[in-house]
């Protein structure tokens, strides 16, 4: 299985740029999506094919990559994105996640 | 709109078998897939298996052997059926579809399944 590797959490202060990164062990193509997700809620798709912007989502939010290595980049940071961010890939089967990325804002 | 929904047992015994419902509207089982995902409390996601819009399923395969996922599609209903349960198969369940290769799109609410004798 194409396992994904995520750095385990981040703490950014308001109105900064951060960049989440995702790192896949074998090729995905562009085939990597985004999702937030707060406590208690389902995941929410944030940017799916690496970057595209999911309906209703801030522009705030954009992804970049193809192949091994991608980049979730949020910016500017506000206060409502205190969330875990998990990768997902579909170009191999069986999809996988990432162990997800915790924004924390200071 | 597309609104999918998880049902079943909140608390299962060790060693029992977990049956969920995935109730799903605003789209047609016979053209799009409908997976199950699951997050044990504090950790991430494992994709469990899935539902094909043609009716072909696929799952995990370390979950293969205790698996299964089956439809009505006269109920719009996915149901997934997974035997010998243990304490750390405790956590949310999802079932979610997704749209072709882009990622699932939409997600049900999750329905949190204990298992504790």
Not at chain 1, 8 to 15: C, E, I, Q, R, Y
Not at chain 1, 25 to 33: A, F, I, L, P
Not at chain 1, 49 to 78: H, M, Q, W, Y
């Amino acid at each position: 299985d194409t396992v994904l590797t995520q750095s385990p959490a981040l703490a950014v202060s308001p109105g900064e740029r951060v960049s989440i990164s995702c790192r896949a062990s074998e090729g995905v193509n562009s085939y990597m999506h985004w999702y937030q997700q707060k406590p208690g809620q389902q995941p929410k798709l944030l940017i799916y094919k690496a970057s595209n912007l999911a309906s209703g989502v801030p522009a705030r939010f954009s992804g970049s990559g193809s192949g091994t290595d991608f980049t979730l980049t949020i910016d500017p940071v506000e206060a409502d994105d205190t969330a875990t961010y998990f990768c997902q890939q579909s170009w191999n089967d069986p999809p996988t996640f990432g162990a997800g990325t915790k924004l924390e804002l200071k | 709109q597309v609104q999918l929904k998880e049902s079943g047992p909140g608390l299962v015994q060790p060693s029992q078998t977990l049956s969920l419902t995935c109730t799903v509207s605003g789209f047609s089982l016979t053209s799009y897939n409908v997976h199950w995902v699951r997050q044990p409390p504090g950790k991430g996601l494992e994709w469990m298996g899935r539902m094909r819009y043609n009716g072909d399923t696929s799952y995990n395969s370390a979950l293969k052997s205790r698996l299964s996922i089956s439809r009505d599609t006269s109920k719009n209903q996915v149901f997934l059926k997974m035997n010998s349960l243990q304490t750390d198969d405790t956590g949310t369940y999802y079932c979610t579809r997704d749209r072709g290769s882009w990622g699932f799109a939409y997600w049900g609410q999750g329905t949190l399944v204990t298992v504790s004798s």
